[in-house]
């Protein structure tokens, strides 16, 4: 019962937590955004969740936080493309804008 109500009391909360500070940490240490970050941040929290069950406890949550974590980094994956596809069209439009130089804006005739 303890279990029940640690699950629907904010200990999912914590495990999400900790879930996210093991993504980012892995996301500064590698420099990149994957799904290799993903994949082995889930599959760590899996493996911590069956520590009081031995070693097969440990497998199982491994593969089923690997699993679950696989199908969000999908997902995250999906939003990170096109998070990239939105800044290089910002940055395309800001390189295909003209801008004048100095010498161009004193040899333009004054308009009154």
């Not at 240490?29 to 993903?38: A, H, I, P, S, T």
């Not at 395309?92 to 333009?108: D, F, G, I, N, Y």
Request: one cysteine or more.
């Amino acid at each position: 019962m303890k279990a029940d109500l640690c699950l629907t009391r904010g200990c999912m909360g914590s495990w999400f937590y900790c879930y996210s500070i093991m993504v980012q940490t892995l996301n500064h240490k590698r420099g990149k955004r994957d799904l290799w970050n993903v994949l082995a941040a889930g599959t760590t929290l899996g493996a911590s969740f069956g520590v009081t069950s031995g070693p097969r406890g440990i497998a199982m949550g491994g593969l089923g936080g690997g699993a679950l974590s696989l199908w969000f980094g999908l997902l995250l994956q999906g939003s990170w493309v096109l998070e990239n596809y939105v800044e290089k069209q910002k940055a395309l439009e800001q390189q295909s804008t003209p801008t004048a130089t100095m010498a161009e804006v004193k040899t333009q005739p004054e308009s009154s």
